[in-house]
C-alpha cells in the first residue's frame, strides 16, 4: 500500500467517524475506498468494521448527554443489538463469498436509497415525538432493533439510518436523543462483529487497513459530535451517495 493510498484510507476514516456520528452510514465511505484499492469486499466488510469501533466509541462519548435517561429502553435495545450483530456475522463468515458479493450491491443501493430519504425519515420522526411508549411498541421496538442487529452484523453501511427509522416510526423522542442511541446501538453491533471477525477470521483481516481507518474514525467521531451539527446534511448526503455510487460501479465492475 503506498503512502497516499494510506492517506487516502485515514481520511475516508476520518470522514466516516464524523458521518457515522451524524447520519449513520459513513461504511459508504470506507467501504468503496478500501474495495477501490483492491481489498476484497469480504476481507473490505471486516477490516473497516474493526477499524470503526474507535470513531464509534468517540461519537458515543461526544453524545453522552443526550443518552441520560434512556436506559430503561436501551436494556432491551443493546441485548437485541448484541444479539442481531452475531447472527449477522455468523451469515457473513459462513456464506459463500460469492453470495456477499451479490448481495452487497443490493445493500448498497438500499442505503443510498435510505441516504437520500433521509430527511423524510426525521420529518416523520419529529411528527410523532408525542406518542406513548408501550409493551407492544417496547416489543416492536426491540425486534426492529434486532433487525437492524442482523443487518449490522452481515454490512455496517447504513445502520445508523435503519436505526433512527425504526426508532422514529416508535419512539416518542427527539432526533438528537434517538441519535445518541444510535451511536451506542451501532457501536455495539460494531464491537460484536470486529470480535468475531477478529477470533473466527483473524488472518482475513487486512490489519493495515483497519489501523489506518481506526486512526481516522477517532477523529471524525469526535469532530462530527462537536462540530458536525453545524455542516449541511445535504452536503453529507451528496457526499455519501457520489462515494456510495463510485463503490457500488467498483463492485458491479
Known amino acids: 500500500m503506498t503512502w497516499w493510498e494510506s492517506l487516502v484510507i485515514v481520511l475516508a476514516g476520518l470522514g466516516a467517524g464524523a458521518i457515522n456520528a451524524l447520519v449513520g452510514s459513513g461504511t459508504l465511505i470506507t467501504f468503496p475506498t478500501l474495495v477501490a484499492f483492491g481489498v476484497p469486499p469480504v476481507t473490505a466488510t471486516m477490516s473497516n468494521a474493526v477499524g470503526l469501533v474507535t470513531g464509534g466509541i468517540s461519537a458515543t462519548w461526544g453524545y453522552r448527554r443526550e443518552l441520560a435517561g434512556q436506559g430503561s429502553r436501551l436494556k432491551w435495545q443493546i441485548p437485541a443489538s448484541l444479539l442481531g450483530a452475531l447472527g449477522g456475522a455468523w451469515l457473513l463468515l459462513h456464506l459463500p463469498e460469492t453470495v456477499f458479493a451479490r448481495v452487497v450491491p443490493a445493500l448498497l443501493v438500499v442505503a443510498l436509497v435510505l441516504v437520500v430519504l433521509q430527511p423524510r425519515i426525521q420529518r ?18 426491540t425486534v426492529g432493533t434486532f433487525a437492524v442487529g442482523v443487518y449490522g452484523g452481515y454490512f455496517t453501511a447504513a445502520q445508523g439510518i435503519l436505526l433512527m427509522g425504526v426508532m422514529g416510526a416508535i419512539l416518542p423522542e427527539s432526533v438528537q436523543r434517538m441519535n445518541a442511541a444510535k451511536n451506542l446501538l451501532a457501536l455495539v453491533v460494531n464491537i460484536v462483529a470486529a470480535a468475531a471477525y477478529i477470533v473466527v477470521a483473524g488472518d482475513r483481516i487486512n490489519w493495515q487497513a483497519a489501523g489506518l481507518i481506526a486512526v481516522g474514525s477517532v477523529v471524525g467521531g ?5 462540530y458536525g451539527r453545524r455542516l449541511s446534511p445535504a452536503a453529507l448526503r451528496a457526499t455519501i451517495v457520489v462515494v456510495g455510487l463510485v463503490g457500488l460501479w467498483r463492485l458491479l465492475a
Do not use: F, H, K
Request: proline share 4%.
Open 124 to 141: 416523520w420522526v419529529g411528527a410523532r415525538e408525542d406518542l406513548p411508549l408501550s409493551r407492544t411498541r417496547l416489543l416492536l421496538l
Open 222 to 226: 469526535v469532530l462530527g459530535a462537536r
